[in-house]
């Protein structure tokens, strides 16, 4: 089990700016689960001289350059960093997420939460997701997000759902807000099979559809 935490200064400015009411709330992340993220990084990535050696839900050990050698913590973060700042404006929409966010507004609160690099990023992002009628309040974090999810949730009555792709930030909100109803949506059909299954999900899916009519019901059930 994860260890509890707390958000960051940065992110906590950013949460209590946002109005809180008694609807339901759904949290959601936007890299591989709102835009596709892990085919358009493989493609810069391709481009650099490196490439995933497997499709394992891990970065770290699991891009390498085009002589085998596992680039460095250092190199991978530089990757990443380098590929929000220049591919931002670009990632496209996963099919169904703005319907499916749409119809599920009319019940509930919907904040976006999102590990994104670079402050400036924030912007160029909130309009591309505007530009595919995805208008959210955006929250933009780093490192586990159990903190801000905590944050978020705090003082809410009514249900609390959390989807996002990575199992390290599952398993955080898991342990910092263990009410929260967990989903895990995972875009790329290749990093969805080869997923381990983690304990107390509540749903693992690549499909919009089902994670919407899932999300219904369960608002359903809690009225």
């Not at 001289?49 to 596992?70: A, C, E, M, S, W």
């Not at 960093?81 to 990632?91: E, K, L, P, W």
Request: charged letters at 20%; glycine letters at 6%; aromatic letters at 6%.
């Amino acid at each position: 089990m994860a260890e509890p935490t707390t958000a960051n200064p940065h992110t906590l400015a950013q949460i209590v700016e946002i109005p809180r009411t008694n609807k339901p709330l759904i949290i959601c992340d936007v890299d591989e689960v709102i835009l596709h993220f892990i085919s358009h990084l493989e493609d810069f990535m391709g481009k650099q001289g490196f490439r995933f050696t497997d499709h394992r839900y891990r970065l770290n050990g699991n891009i390498v350059d085009d002589d085998g050698k596992p680039a460095s913590r250092d190199a991978v973060r530089a990757l990443l960093s380098t590929f929000f700042d220049t591919h931002t404006a670009n990632q496209r929409p996963v099919h169904g997420a703005a319907d499916a966010l749409a119809a599920l507004s009319i019940r509930a609160d919907i904040i976006l939460l999102t590990n994104l690099p670079g402050q400036h990023n924030k912007p160029v992002r909130e309009k591309l997701l505007a530009d595919h009628e995805i208008r959210f309040p955006l929250v933009t974090n780093s490192g586990p997000k159990g903190g801000a999810v905590s944050a978020l949730a705090g003082g809410r009555r009514a249900p609390v759902i959390f989807i996002d792709d990575s199992p390290t930030n599952l398993r955080s909100v898991q342990s910092s807000y263990a009410g929260a109803t967990l989903i895990q949506f995972i875009a790329d059909e290749r990093f969805f099979a080869s997923a381990d299954p983690i304990a107390g999900i509540h749903l693992k899916t690549n499909d919009w559809r089902q994670a919407c009519n899932f999300i219904e019901e369960l608002l359903a059930s809690e009225s």
